[in-house]
């Protein structure tokens, strides 16, 4: 499996951006995906994740502001980001995972991860 990410870069508070992973190697509408995020000196933490049905979950900290969507014709998951704040400041991942009940849990296939830079 492979993921490609992109669409990060450097937005003033209260923008936005569209973060895309195309993905290729596996079945893609029978996999769960998933965006993480991991800020400087941090951890990497789970933003949202996105079944094959397009059933869709998300963090405390950015529901409402961020949305995923997937489209598998394309087999290229989607992170829409409104509202950005600079505690947003992170690399983004994406990840090709399933979900145990409503745990997403991720595999060991990963993005290359995309910048974005949330200035206040």
């Known amino acids: 499996v492979q993921l490609q990410a992109s669409g990060g870069g450097l937005v003033q508070a209260g923008g936005s951006l569209k973060l895309s992973c195309a993905a290729s190697?596996?079945?893609?509408?029978?996999?769960?995906m998933a965006w993480y995020r991991q800020a400087p000196e941090k951890q990497r933490d789970l933003v949202a994740s996105i079944r094959g049905s397009g059933t869709a979950d998300y963090s405390y900290d950015v529901k409402g502001r961020f949305t995923i969507s997937r489209d598998n014709v394309k087999n290229t998951v989607y992170l829409q980001m409104n509202s950005l704040k600079p505690e947003d400041t992170a690399v983004y991942y994406c990840?090709?995972?399933?979900?145990?009940?409503?745990?997403?849990?991720?595999?060991?296939?990963w993005g290359q991860g995309t910048k974005v830079t949330v200035s206040s």
């Open positions: 190697g596996t079945t893609f509408s029978g996999v769960s």
């Open positions: 990840n090709a995972g399933d979900h145990i009940g409503v745990y997403y849990r991720p595999s060991k296939y």
